[in-house]
């Protein structure tokens, strides 16, 4: 009987479960949803339960879990899929009993043996057939002598492992005869291994006709959706038709991401911004998290967003996270729940067993017992074993000797009375008794006694009784495993884990989880944190047991029918899974990252960030984005957060105000404008407002005439510098006086900018090749060279960015390589590149005697002749470049004084300069020549370029004039253009109500209305 499929795909998750819903209750709810994770499954039935009422628990299973359950039901003795703690206690075992080299003796061995292990059985291989294939390999012989007996270790305890339950699953649908519905709806699954795929087959025997394939996946999206790719594979040669979903009441600026997301496309001419989706740039995870709270708080507050439950904040590795999480939400009083298959932390539980592991280890010094002995854990017949009243007196006299590890000591010293002499002796005693290498079951005595005298919830809690009774339980089935041999730090770390309770979800609570167990669950908002390099995508650097190139033969001799997990493959699923999140959200979204980290190094961005970012900007959308830095101090409470207030504003808004002041508010205006440095501040900020452009507070500083002028006599004057003065003399004095520049943020981001330096490189070889050789090379030495560059520029960046910008340099190879042809056509061939040149300011004409010799540099980025041995001067551009008003304003001084430069040099100023002007890298005609900008020309045709020189030496003398006089006014030429993306905001206090633009001026400073 062959099997119908039907795949349906939607990359956004609510759509994807609307068409599984109906397609479910189209059969009357007769229909066994199977799905990838135990997370997923009680998704499913709470939005069963919300859709159709109450359903019966068996609709959705999880597959390993169905093929137990058929296993169990065909199996003659009692087995079951073992817990990931047996698994680990058998690999243990494993290791102990195999005689393995030191070098496996190491910390992340036993992960690295099961995830292997793992792989191999889902992959339907044994240990016998990989040992067999990879006979030479000593690694895998060893590898799979662990494996037999890691096998043999638990079917002797009535455990199997994944492979065991599949192929067990496998048999028993062959032998039970029509048991399940006749169609099963598979949701979520963005994969299949060999045998999960064999075991789907095989429910046909027990009366499965139809199965239904929900795939989050885009099919005209191939590069962010490549992992789905073998999934189809598998079903296409099976018959299997796509059906098509619909998708159109989501937010089109959320649509377009995945169906642009990784294609790399160029930017629309015209943006919109949205607050749809916002970007924030945060120092540290408590930044990231404050921010993130802070967004959707606004929200809230214009009602984009009905209640916190409605934001899901998704993060990759939950663990760092959550102590930033805790802080804020206590800082905030915003609730929060973790939704994870383990349940909820008890921290509280299990610091305290790490408190007790780390007397153990280093005996109970002052800092130890003070962390310990107030805990409201640790009790005596429900009382605590520290009475409260006594808090006091014992941190004073544990105070007095800190260093002490003497129990005797401490008893003596601590004991206000016998009986808690006693008890301290036998708490001590207790903990000393816990042994730092013994068997599972050994290990598991020691700490239940210790637990069972000592420690029991704090208040009678409920959930901490389930936390405790959950570790209990946990040390029990540890007893089973005798002759298993662990180190003290391995037990602690299996007891902290099972510190967990189920989550109960608050009223309102802002829903966190993992980006692994967060797959299927879809919410209003969404919050991807920690978008940086390393984390997400994040690469295992744990080492592992299998090669690549292991991987590769096994492939080939099993002729396997899905891939193993090779490199290539992890970051495909990476994308998968970074895609998956941005399909979880219906309505917003925000993607965080850290620019720095809390004690302000660098941090880089993810990959993933600019995916987004550019498929964003290609469909004509640009984010709301959200700076803030180190220096931002985090505000006290929500309302402070929101309205940027702090208590400086709130104590001077008091000063000033009519009201009737609180004793409080009086105090602290009192108090604050006590602060002399805050009187100085204020004092200048006032001056700022009333005389705004005319003292030192905003730049003039006359005084320093004279050191200006040595510091110019000392060093150049780059061309480009006196185009920042043009800007604003303030940002001239910022970066090329002070010398300030702001740290240069690490990322990986495939921007505008990195392609624009690196096209630069690429041409610079490809001229000075063509230079060498006398005749305009090959197409091919262009991309040769091309690659050269990205591939030595760009060494340190992760494989996948570099890749990445390696496409998009290679994209352009063809059109540059047949705009240079067309140059050569037209007559120009390069006869300089990257020209460095100089001239003195007395080259300018009248200008004050000491600056005279001053020297004025410039780098030309190529000089072309003609046959008729007339040069041309181009400088690349692959942003915006500027105009011929831009020369007119004195903001554009480049192509005028470079041609200048040349007329006066020694080596060319016999050759005349008939042309200076923009080539467009990165932009053609449509008849494939460069786009060029502010062409000056020699003819009468075209704009004058001596016209345009005499402009710009004018603006030359009046700013060099001006800088001499030390004259470094925040005086912008355009509030908006000269002050985008400038470094300083912060420095000059930037603000359109007080300042006057020096396009609004006359010349002599006076504004112009
Ligand atoms: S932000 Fe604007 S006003 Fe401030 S220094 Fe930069 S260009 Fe000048």
């Known amino acids: 009987m062959t099997l119908q499929i039907y795949i349906h795909c939607s990359p956004n998750w609510r759509v994807l479960e609307t068409a599984a819903i109906k397609a479910w209750k189209d059969g009357d709810g007769k229909k066994l949803v199977i799905v990838p994770s135990a997370m997923l499954r009680d998704w499913w039935l709470s939005r069963l339960a919300e859709e159709c009422g109450g359903v019966h628990g068996e609709v959705v299973v999880t597959l390993e879990k169905l093929a137990e359950q058929l296993a169990q039901r065909n199996a003659q003795t009692l087995f079951r899929l073992a817990h990931p703690l047996e698994l680990r206690l058998a690999a243990w075992d494993a290791l102990y009993e195999c005689n393995v080299p030191e070098q496996w003796r190491v910390s992340g061995v036993v992960d690295a043996f099961l995830d292997a292990v793992k792989e191999l059985e889902l992959h339907d291989l044994k240990p016998e057939d990989v040992a067999q294939a990879l006979a030479y390999d000593r690694n895998i012989n060893l590898l799979t002598e662990l494996w037999k007996y890691w096998r043999k270790s638990l079917n002797g305890r009535n455990l199997w492992t994944v492979g065991d339950v599949l192929r067990q699953g496998i048999e028993a649908a062959q032998r039970l005869q029509g048991e399940l ?205 520290l009475p409260v ?175 193993l997990e090779s490199r290539s493959q992890l970051l495909a699923s990476e994308r998968m899974l970074f895609m998956e999140a941005i399909g979880s959200a219906t309505e917003r979204l925000v993607v965080t990252y850290k620019r720095t980290d809390s004690e302000g190094k660098p941090q880089a961005a993810s990959v993933f960030l600019s995916a987004i970012e550019n498929a964003l900007l290609a469909s004509g959308w640009r984010w709301r984005c959200e700076e803030r830095d180190l220096g931002d101090v985090l505000p006290r409470n929500l309302d402070e957060a929101i309205d940027q207030r702090d208590a400086e504003k709130v104590a001077i808004f008091s000063a000033f105000s009519i009201g009737q002041l609180s004793p409080d508010e009086e105090a602290l205006t009192a108090q604050v404008l006590r602060d002399e440095s805050l009187h100085f501040r204020l004092q200048m900020e006032w001056k700022r407002w009333e005389e705004p452009q005319q003292g030192q507070w905003d730049g003039n500083l006359p005084s320093l005439s004279s050191h200006i002028v040595k510091h110019l006599q000392a060093k150049r004057v780059r061309v480009t510098a006196l185009e920042d003065y043009g800007h604003c003399p303030y940002r001239f004095f910022a970066r090329h006086i002070l010398g300030l520049q702001r740290p240069q943020e690490i990322t990986y981001t495939v921007d505008r900018r990195i392609v624009g330096i690196l096209w630069h490189k690429i041409m610079e070889k490809f001229l000075q090749q063509w230079q060498l050789q006398g005749n305009l090379p090959d197409e091919k030495t262009l991309r040769d060279i091309a690659e050269d560059v990205v591939n030595c520029e760009l060494k340190n960046y992760p494989d996948m960015a570099r890749e990445l910008v390696c496409q998009q340099v290679l994209a352009a190879v063809e059109k540059v390589y047949s705009a240079e042809r067309s140059e050569l056509q037209k007559g120009w061939h390069p006869i300089g590149v990257e020209v460095e040149l100089q001239f003195e300011a007395s080259r300018l004409g009248e200008v004050p005697e000491p600056l005279k010799q001053v020297v004025i540099s410039l780098k030309i980025d ?104 030390a004259d470094f006014t925040v005086r912008p030429f355009r509030l908006d253009s000269s002050c985008r993306g400038c470094d300083f905001k912060a420095m000059c206090r930037q603000n359109k109500l007080r300042l006057t633009e020096r396009g609004q001026m006359t010349s002599s400073g006076e504004n112009l209305e």
């Open 389 to 563: 009243e006594r808090h006091e007196e014992t941190l004073k006299r544990i105070r007095e000797n800190i260093a002490e590890t003497d129990t005797q000591y401490w008893v003596e010293e601590l004991g206000f009375d016998g009986i808690f002499s006693q008890k301290l002796g036998e708490f001590f005693e207790a903990v000393s008794n816990l042994p730092l290498e013994a068997s599972a079951g050994e290990h598991a005595r020691s700490w239940r006694k210790l637990l069972d005298m000592f420690v029991t919830p704090a208040n009678g809690d409920e959930k901490e009784k389930e936390a405790l009774s959950h570790l209990r339980s946990v040390l029990n089935s540890l007893m089973a495993w005798e002759k298993t041999e662990l180190q003290l730090s391995e037990i602690v770390k299996m007891l902290i884990d099972a510190c967990r309770f189920k989550a109960t979800i608050p009223q309102d609570a802002i829903r966190v989880v993992s980006v692994t167990d967060g797959r299927g669950i879809w919410s209003p908002a969404v919050v991807i944190l920690g978008l940086n390099d390393d984390e997400f995508p994040q690469i295992s650097s744990r080492f592992k047991l299998l090669t690549d190139e292991h991987r590769m033969k096994l492939q080939q001799i099993f002729k396997l029918l899905t891939p």
């Open 862 to 965: 190529r000089i072309d002749e003609s046959a008729k041995k007339q040069l041309r001067i181009a400088d690349y551009k692959t942003g915006g470049a500027p105009s011929y008003t831009g020369i007119e304003n004195g903001i554009a001084l480049q192509l005028p004084l470079y041609a200048l430069a040349v007329q006066v040099s020694d080596e060319l100023a016999c050759k005349p300069v008939v042309e200076a002007l923009f080539l467009k890298l990165l932009e053609f005609t449509q008849r494939g020549v460069y786009s060029t900008a502010c062409r000056l020309v020699e003819q009468q045709r075209g704009r004058q370029l001596k016209e345009m020189q005499q402009i710009a030496i004018n603006w030359a003398r009046q700013f060099l004039k001006s800088i001499a006089a």
């Open 181 to 385: 519905c006749s169609e099963v709806i598979a949701y979520g699954f963005t994969g299949l291994t060999d045998l999960r795929w064999k075991f789907l087959q095989a429910l046909r025997g027990i009366g499965v006709k139809t199965m239904r394939f929900f795939v989050p996946t885009l099919a005209s999206n191939q590069q962010a959706y490549c992992y789905t790719q073998n999934l189809f594979n598998l079903l296409k040669p099976q018959g299997a038709k796509i059906c098509k979903i619909s998708d159109d009441d989501l937010p089109s600026e959320l649509k377009c991401i995945p169906q642009l997301a990784f294609c790399w496309q160029r930017e629309c001419e015209t943006k919109q911004e949205t607050d749809r989706i916002v970007c924030i740039a945060a120092a540290g995870e408590e930044q990231e998290i404050e921010m993130a709270i802070r967004v959707l708080t606004q929200w809230a507050r214009e009602g984009k967003l009905k209640r916190y439950s409605d934001a899901l904040l998704m993060v990759r590795s939950i663990d760092k996270y959550l102590p930033a999480l805790e802080a804020m939400s206590a800082r905030y009083g915003i609730p929060y729940v973790l939704l994870s298959e383990s349940g909820q932390p008890a921290h509280g539980l299990q610091q305290l067993l790490n408190a007790f592991a780390e007397a153990k280890r280093r005996g109970f010094d002052g800092e130890l017992l003070w962390q310990i002995l107030p805990s409201p854990y640790l009790q005596v017949n429900g009382k605590p074993l």
